[in-house]
């Protein structure tokens, strides 16, 4: 029974199938095309898949894409459903002031992270860090509850809006240094010390909170980036969205 998971970001549309909807699962094909790119899919990287029995998608980039995404679904005979973060799933406690209103793919991706601290055993918090398009960087705490997270503009806005809003900041990628000393470099390096800035502040507060170390996953397109000036133990989970996934359609299944 194979199963078909989308996650649609703000820049990628990724997608995987999987020969049966629950966690550790075989992985059977995946990708990822740029938004501008997805009114193809059907004609050109799913057109030779085997036909998924399931799908579950989780979007975050508005009605009109999954309705583009949808019409290219239409190439099999599926039922289109797509994960609206509530109040409690797949063994999350969503603290959002408004559940409903927590992105789809934090919520799912906090859902994967859930599922790996169970495998390992379970009592420990976890910080979850997605680098995308924007970055976000969430806190579980030891009893699968979400307490909260920071969102900041991932590195692409970051330079983006620097060069609209200046006039003399238009130049290439630079090299992450401690101590930059020329504008390529002063730009990367704060960029990227943004972000991890933002991850190890969200650590010093999840440590305290859950008075122990929590585990640091990370994952999205940009991680690997981030990822070698991290200074706290992480993991990066390239699958953690899919992960997810996986976990919410096996607890549906079961109820
Ligand atoms: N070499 C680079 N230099 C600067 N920014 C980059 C570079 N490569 C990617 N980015 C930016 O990093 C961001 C995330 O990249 P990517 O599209 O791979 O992540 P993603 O996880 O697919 O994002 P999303 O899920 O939000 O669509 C994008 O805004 C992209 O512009
Ligand atoms: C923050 C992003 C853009 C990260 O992909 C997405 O999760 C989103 O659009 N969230 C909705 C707002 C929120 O999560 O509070
Ligand atoms: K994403």
């Known amino acids: 029974m194979s199963f078909l998971a989308i996650d649609i970001g703000n820049t990628r549309l990724k997608w995987a199938v999987y020969a049966s909807p629950q966690p550790g699962a075989v992985l059977l094909a995946h990708g990822a095309v740029f938004l501008e790119n997805i009114d193809q899919l059907a004609e050109a990287e799913w057109k030779d898949l085997t036909p998924p029995h399931s799908m579950l998608g989780c979007n975050v980039a508005g009605d009109a894409v999954r309705r583009r995404v949808e019409e290219q679904l239409e190439l099999w005979d599926l039922e289109p459903r797509w994960v609206v973060s509530s109040a ?33 055993g379970g009592d420990r918090a976890a910080l979850v860090v997605m680098v995308g398009t924007a970055v976000t960087v969430d806190a579980l705490d030891a009893g699968g509850h979400f307490l909260g997270g920071l969102i900041l503009p991932g590195h692409g806005i970051m330079l983006r809006a620097l060069e609209g809003g200046t006039a003399g900041l ?12 020329n504008t390529s470099d002063a730009l990367t390096s704060g960029g990227t010390y943004a972000i991890t800035g933002a991850i190890e502040r969200m650590h010093r507060h999840l440590a305290k909170r859950a008075g122990h170390q929590p585990y640091t996953f990370m994952t999205g397109g940009a991680g690997w980036k981030v990822a070698p000036t991290l200074e706290i133990a992480h993991e990066l989970l390239e699958s953690l969205i899919f992960d997810g996934m996986l976990a919410l359609q096996s607890h549906r299944l079961a109820l």
Request: hydrophobic share 35%; proline share 7%.
């Open 88 to 120: 409690h799933a797949g063994g999350v406690t969503n603290g959002y002031d408004y559940p409903g209103r927590l992105g789809a793919d934090r919520f799912v991706a906090l859902i994967g992270a859930r599922s790996h601290v169970l495998q390992r």
């Open 170 to 181: 238009r130049v290439p990628t630079g090299e992450v240094r401690e101590f930059p000393t």
